[in-house]
């Protein structure tokens, strides 16, 4: 079973619409959620971080569920720009050690004139 | 701020020759920075946790002394692929840990001929 899952894709959004995605984890001691944004042959790049009240950073909203191990990033009033690839991340610390973060395969969105 | 370079950029070398990529952060202090690697559409994949001045710890199936990582200061790590072969050929990213949040470099693509 594959720590992080998620929808590949690809989504075809209209400019405007609403568009959801959702990740699921499979390690329970998962401590720290991320969506990081990948735009082709490029580095990722941290779009925000989860957590577990939920949380909204202008158009992006994310949350958090721990018992189910789901997080979701819903985007409103799409853009061009933001079509990419969102890559669902998790991190599990051990002892206080900085552990490496967990990807998923990421799901590629493209939104559409 | 949270700024992390990797050079070069884009590598191409010979089967059996080693190659050598940077890791900086720019303008903060990393104890400890991550190696990644990235196939065609696969995620990313840690590969090992550089650790300044000391040993590196890898992932299980990554050959440490194919894979040599050096983390001399607080500001640079450098990966060292010795030997390469073609299927050595991906992009490697680095990341750099600075609070909660890890920061990628853009990312060095190597391709072995």
Known sequence: RKEVEQDPGPFNVPEGATVAFNCTYSNSASQSFFWYRQDCRKEPKLLMSVYSSGNEDGRFTAQLNRASQYISLLIRDSKLSDSATYLCVVNIYSGGGADGLTFGKGTHLIIQP | ?113
Not at chain 2, 3 to 23: A, D, L
Not at chain 2, 34 to 42: L, V
Not at chain 2, 88 to 111: M, V
């Open chain 2, 1 to 113: 701020g949270a700024v992390v370079s990797q050079h070069p950029s884009r590598v191409i070398c010979k089967s059996g020759t080693s190659v050598k990529i940077e890791c900086r952060s720019l303008d903060f202090q990393a104890t400890t920075m991550f190696w990644y690697r990235q196939f065609p559409k696969q995620s990313l994949m840690l590969m090992a946790t550089s650790n300044e001045g000391s040993k590196a710890t890898y992932e299980q199936g990554v050959e440490k002394d194919k894979f040599l990582i050096n983390h001399a200061s607080l500001t640079l790590s450098t990966l060292t692929v010795t030997s390469a072969h073609p299927e050595d050929s991906s992009f490697y990213i680095c990341s750099a840990r600075s609070g909660n949040e890890q920061y990628f470099g853009p990312g060095t693509r190597l391709t072995v001929t």
